[in-house]
Structures are given as structure tokens and as C-alpha cells.
């Protein structure tokens, strides 16, 4: 004998159920009632005109639970690449996370000072820090270093040329663009040199009367290679100053301590820029420097005093929380000897292969426990540092790689699950890069590893 399905229940005695009383509890009532309302008329719409109220009441908790579930949240970068600017770059101190957090939570002493109870500056709580590590004159800092760039340029060359060699001209992900932002700044760039070779004299001939400065490009994400001739800095601010112009230096990713030490890539550092003869440098936050978003812009002092006073400043402004996590970050770098400890994105960056080879070898047990039918194994891979850091230079790391069919819906059921899991795709493997998963984290990854895979 077949039951006869229940007639389709009312709204009021759906809110009256018992098992709608921890959705209100968790959800409130207008937004209880309203995912009811919606799944009774979706019913109705379907012309379903039976169905046991537990039934319905699960189907809003689904939509209610889909509708308060954050939509940005913390992944397992296990891609290999290290800043990864869509998986929002550099991972923060713990410390400067709850420095942000707590400055974001109460009123603080942003443009206050406690010593004369007047207004202060915003600056106040990072520029003698930046100046005390960079050795420059003054400094500031706004969003990003998309806003320094073009915070730069409008300041010293609106309306006037800027030569740019050729070799520079660079496209960053997400529409960075230089000879776009160039004119969005107001600035006329004038391009100089070739994309391979620019010498000294293409530089000099550039120069008029209707030049405002010099500028340098950190070629970030692409490299040059093979016959090439690029500028030196020391040159170039020897041109610049011989007619009276400023050189800018953008050095894009902005690691403040050489890498050198840790047997990591050379990159240029802003403290080399400006000893070679940059006036203003601009750099990341989040890149190599291991902070916030952020663009840091070090140099001269009356320079930095002309960027303060245009009115874009004010729009391109950092908030208290971003400030609050920089200082902390800046303030790490007063301690060299234990910033790979203390900093993640060198941390990570530093870590040693053998370290994610253990680190790999306990996931792929696990993983191959728990899924006796999927290929699991161990193997030697190369990570990137990204964010246009050193394109060409990769670090040797350790993957655990899952083979067999369906590799697609693998990553997508990895991708489904509470912290995201990420990898890629390669040689008909998933690949888990390891380095970025660190111990204190691998619990946390085994325990929520799906059923089946
Ligand atoms: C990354 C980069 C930028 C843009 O910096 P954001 O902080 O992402 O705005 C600009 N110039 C160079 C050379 C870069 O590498």
C-alpha cells in the first residue's frame, strides 16, 4: 500500500514546526520565512502540491545555509605558486592579522597624536619605519602600488614626458598596463630604446624641454634574455640628474631584505635603488615584503612632500587595518635574524625541500589510506615565487600527485570542500604542491579529505 503524500503545508504552520526552531535561532525570522515562502513556491510552481513539512523545512535550511556562507574564504594554496595575486598574495603574521583586527574593531589613534591631543598623520605610524629600513628621506603609502605608480606620475608629470624604455613597457595581470597607466596619470609617455636593447644616448636624446622625469620598470613578469642591453640605475639617475629631472624606479615586487642571504634570486631592493640614485621608489606590500596590500612609495623628501599634497592621495588612501598589519610586518624587519620564522611568505619561500618532501610523504599516506583505488604518489616539482617575482627562477619543492581518471572532478570535489583545496592540473596528474602546506596545518587538511576521490 502506497502512503499518500502530505498536501503542501502553510507558511505559518512551516514556521511553527519544530525543526524550523534552530533556523530562526541561527537565521532570524525574516529570512526564515522568506526561504519557506520560496520553497513553497517553488512547490506550487511545479505544480507539486504534496510534500511533508520536514521535507521543505530541509530544503530552506540548504538555501539559508548557501545564503550566509562566506563567499570569500581561506584555500590550501597548493599551486605551486607561492604569491599567488588571485589567491591574495602574501599570507600575514598572525600577529599583524590581529593588529588589523583589532584596529578594525575600535577606534584608534589613526591621525591622533596622544602626546598633544591635536590631529596627527596617518603616515606617522609607518614612514619612520619605512625611512629607518629603506635609509630614504621620507615616505608614504597608499593602496596598492598600481595607486603609487600613478600617484607618482600625476604628482611630477602630468601634462609632461616621461621616457620609458621599450624593454618596460609591461602588462601585469589584471590590466596593469604601463603606457595605460602612464595616461591615466596625465603623463606622456615617450618610449625609448628597443624592446631588447636601450642604451644610455636613447635616454639623452629623449630628454627636452617638456620632460618631467625619468622612469625605470621592473620587468616583473617576463624576461629578457639572450642580446640585451638594459640602463643601469646608477646611469640613469646620473642622466636624470644631469637635467635636473627625478629618476622613478617602480620595482614592483619590493622584497626589503636581499633574498641573496637565504640562497633565494637577487632582486633589486629599495634601499640599493635609492643608494644607486632613484628619487622616488615605489614597491608592493603584499609581494616579497611579505604585508598587506599596500604600495609603498620611499625617496626624496620634497618629492614625497609633493605626492602627499595632491588631492589623489586623499582618494587612494590606506585604511586603519592595513596600516595597523604593515606596521607590525615593517616591524618584523627590525629583527632580520628570525624574520624566515616569523614572516610566512619567507617562510615558505625559504622552506626546505626536505622539510615539504615530509611533509608530502605524510599526506600521500594518508590520502592513499583513504582512497585505495586512486593513484597516490610523491614527486619532485618546481615552485614560483609569482607576483612577477623572478619569472624564470623556480624552487624545488614536492608535490603529492593523484593520478587515474576523472581528474577534472577531482579538483572540482577539492575545490568543493570547506577550505578549498587548490592544485593544478599537469602530465595527466593532480598535482598538490606542498611547500604552502605547513605543519601546523596538515590536521586540518587530513580532516576534512572527501569520503571518496
Ligand atoms: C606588481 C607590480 C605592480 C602593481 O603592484 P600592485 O601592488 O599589484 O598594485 C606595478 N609594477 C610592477 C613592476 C609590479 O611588479
Same mark, same amino acid.
Do not use: C
Given at each position: 500500500m502506497t502512503q499518500e503524500p502530505s498536501p503542501l503545508p502553510s507558511l505559518d504552520s512551516l514556521l511553527r514546526a519544530p525543526e524550523t526552531a534552530v533556523l530562526l535561532a541561527r537565521f532570524g525570522r525574516t529570512a526564515t520565512a522568506e526561504a519557506l515562502r520560496r520553497v513553497l513556491a517553488a512547490r506550487r510552481a511545479a505544480r507539486q502540491f504534496h510534500a511533508p513539512s520536514a521535507a521543505l523545512i530541509d530544503l530552506a535550511a540548504d538555501s539559508l545555509a548557501a545564503r550566509f556562507v562566506h563567499s570569500q574564504r581561506p584555500v590550501f594554496n597548493l599551486t605551486g605558486t607561492v604569491l599567488h595575486t588571485n589567491l591574495g598574495r602574501s599570507p600575514l603574521p598572525p600577529e599583524a592579522a590581529a593588529a588589523a583586527a583589532a584596529a578594525m574593531r575600535s577606534a584608534t589613534n589613526l591621525e591622533y597624536d596622544l602626546e598633544t591631543g591635536r590631529r596627527g598623520e596617518r603616515d606617522s605610524h609607518i614612514a619612520p619605519l619605512l625611512c629607518e629600513i629603506t635609509g630614504a628621506e621620507a615616505a608614504t603609502v597608499v593602496n596598492n602600488n598600481a595607486a603609487a605608480v600613478v600617484l607618482v606620475l600625476n604628482t611630477l608629470a602630468a601634462g609632461k614626458q616621461v621616457p620609458v624604455s621599450r624593454g618596460e613597457l609591461i602588462e601585469i595581470g589584471g590590466a596593469f598596463r604601463v603606457p595605460d597607466i602612464m595616461s591615466r596619470a596625465g603623463a606622456i609617455l615617450k618610449e625609448v630604446g628597443t624592446t631588447n636593447r636601450t642604451h644610455p644616448r636613447d635616454y639623452e636624446q629623449a630628454i627636452g624641454p617638456d620632460t618631467a622625469a625619468l622612469m625605470r620598470?621592473?620587468?616583473?613578469?617576463? /624576461?629578457?634574455?639572450?642580446?640585451?642591453?638594459?640602463? *643601469?640605475t646608477e646611469v640613469l639617475a646620473r642622466i636624470a640628474h644631469a637635467g635636473d629631472?627625478?629618476?622613478?624606479?617602480?620595482? &614592483?615586487?619590493?622584497?626589503?631584505?636581499?633574498?641573496?642571504?637565504? &640562497?633565494? *634570486?637577487?632582486?633589486? +631592493? *629599495? $634601499?640599493?635603488?635609492?643608494?644607486?640614485?632613484?628619487?622616488?621608489?615605489?614597491?608592493?606590500?603584499?609581494?616579497?615584503?611579505? %604585508?598587506? $596590500?599596500?604600495?609603498?612609495?620611499?625617496?626624496?623628501?620634497?618629492? +614625497?612632500?609633493?605626492?602627499?599634497?595632491?588631492?589623489?592621495?586623499?582618494?587612494l588612501?590606506?585604511?586603519?587595518?592595513?596600516?595597523?598589519?604593515?606596521?607590525?610586518v615593517l616591524r618584523l624587519y627590525l629583527d632580520p635574524d628570525r624574520l624566515t620564522e616569523r614572516l610566512p611568505a619567507l617562510r615558505l619561500l625559504t622552506r626546505a625541500e626536505a622539510d615539504i618532501r615530509a611533509t608530502a610523504e605524510r599526506m600521500a599516506a594518508?590520502? $592513499?589510506?583513504?582512497?585505495?583505488?586512486? *593513484?597516490?604518489s610523491v614527486a619532485s616539482c618546481r615552485s614560483q615565487i609569482g607576483s612577477g617575482a623572478m619569472p624564470v627562477d623556480l624552487l624545488a619543492?614536492?608535490?603529492?600527485?593523484?593520478?587515474?581518471?576523472?581528474?577534472?572532478?577531482? /579538483? /572540482?570535489?577539492?575545490?568543493?570542500?570547506?577550505?578549498?583545496?587548490? %592544485?593544478?592540473? %599537469? $602530465?595527466?596528474?593532480?598535482?598538490?604542491d606542498c611547500r604552502c602546506l605547513e605543519p601546523a596545518e596538515e590536521a586540518e587538511f587530513l580532516a576534512q579529505l572527501p569520503q571518496t576521490a
Open positions: 620598470v621592473h620587468q616583473a613578469n617576463y /624576461a629578457i634574455t639572450g642580446f640585451t642591453a638594459s640602463v *643601469p629631472l627625478p629618476l622613478i624606479d617602480d620595482l &614592483g615586487s619590493g622584497s626589503l631584505i636581499d633574498l641573496a642571504t637565504w &640562497g633565494l *634570486p637577487h632582486e633589486t +631592493i *629599495p $634601499q640599493e635603488a635609492l643608494a644607486a640614485g632613484a628619487d622616488v621608489v615605489t614597491f608592493s606590500g603584499d609581494k616579497l615584503l611579505g %604585508g598587506p $596590500q599596500a604600495g609603498l612609495i620611499v625617496g626624496r623628501r620634497d618629492l +614625497i612632500r609633493r605626492i602627499n599634497a595632491n588631492p589623489l592621495k586623499r582618494a588612501r590606506l585604511d586603519k587595518g592595513r596600516l595597523a598589519a604593515l606596521e607590525v594518508v590520502m $592513499q589510506r583513504h582512497w585505495p583505488t586512486r *593513484p597516490v619543492s614536492v608535490a603529492v600527485t593523484l593520478g587515474g581518471s576523472g581528474l577534472e572532478s577531482l /579538483a /572540482a570535489s577539492l575545490r568543493a570542500l570547506p577550505r578549498p583545496v587548490i %592544485g593544478r592540473i %599537469g $602530465q595527466d596528474r593532480l598535482w598538490l
